[in-house]
């Protein structure tokens, strides 16, 4: 994956992520009171945090279904606490928004391969304009308590773009197997106040 090995200069720049994530709002995110939510929405969230992790290759792309099912179980069929959505709501800032960070640098160091039906100058400004309203709506959304998963995707289609393809190719991303993944746990995730067998 081409933004791999941007990752590791990102470490060491200025503006990389720690100021990044800084920079998104004005309030820590510790100090938002997350709204109450349902075992498929704080679910949803987990699943858009774990698919921004196996983007990158830090947890098995294979595992996720697995993996959600594992936390679904440990929820044991009830929304979580306000703190651990908080939590959840927090790492997703942070590394989506690293994930944005990524391909801002990959675009501005030149290190991206644009379709060649438009000039890559054309290209390069209108990403980094889409990656900045992406990164504002991402702040905007967790806040919010909104979902995410369109600002992934949208994200996910650039990293596509920035791979040479004009649309996202069948096998290349993940987002578009969240609803999957999340309907097949909820219909197998155990319910609030059941009875262990």
């Keep these: 994956m081409k933004i791999l090995p ?3 200069m990102l470490v060491f720049l200025p503006f990389g992520l720690p100021v990044f994530a800084a920079d998104l709002s004005s309030a820590p995110m510790a100090a938002i009171d997350p709204a109450p939510v349902s075992v498929r929405e704080a679910l949803s969230r987990y699943l858009s945090l774990e698919m921004v992790r196996a983007t ?3 947890v098995s792309r294979d595992e996720l279904g697995a993996e959600l099912d594992a936390q679904a179980v440990r929820w044991e069929g009830a929304p979580p606490s306000a703190a ?6 927090q790492q997703l800032l942070a590394e989506a928004s690293y994930y944005i960070v990524s391909l801002s640098y990959l675009v501005q160091v030149g290190g991206a391969i644009f379709p060649t039906d438009k000039a890559e100058d054309v290209y390069a400004n209108d990403t980094l304009v889409r990656l900045d309203d992406l990164r504002r709506r991402l702040l905007a959304s967790i806040e919010e308590g909104a979902d995410v998963l369109p600002i992934l995707t949208e994200v996910e289609q650039i990293r596509a773009l920035t791979e040479g393809y004009r649309t996202v190719p069948e096998g290349f991303g993940l987002f578009e ?3 999957e993944l999340l309907n097949h746990v909820l219909q197998t995730a155990p319910k609030a106040g059941a009875t262990p067998a």
């Design 6 to 8: 941007v990752l590791g």
């Design 177 to 179: 197997r969240h609803e």
């Design 84 to 89: 651990e959505i908080a939590d959840i709501d």
């Design 56 to 58: 990158f290759d830090v």
